[in-house]
């Protein structure tokens, strides 16, 4: 289960990293989503990509720290059922499913490492 959780720790590290990256490099793509689909400013893309990056690269860090990796998986948590509120209110349709997919993800790992941080704590 150990090589299980971190094989998908480092994906969604990479994925996340990479969101951010492209958040942050003002890709007009993703301009054009936030400010005209979605209706957000381009300083609010700005904010979601950092703390894309931040919380991507938390959870690469959290490979050493386990509670990093909590904290980080915990903020990712969140931005994903905010994408997901996003997605829903915007009427995207099937667009609304990768976030979804993504917070179950973060919440089935959150999930599997408190419970093996609970168990190191009482042996």
Known sequence: MTWTTRIIQILL?????????????THELQ?????????????????????ELVAGIGLIIG?????????SAGVIAMIMASAMLTHIRSHDGMRSSVPLLIFLAMAIFLVIRSSRGQERARA
Request: glycine share 10%; proline share 2%.
């Open 13 to 25: 590290a990479a994925a996340f990293v990479m969101f951010g990256i492209l958040k942050l490099s």
């Open 31 to 51: 301009m054009e989503v936030f400010t005209s689909t979605y209706g957000y400013s381009v300083g609010f893309m700005y904010i979601v990509g950092a703390v």
């Open 63 to 71: 490979l050493w720290h386990p509670r990093i990796t909590l904290l």
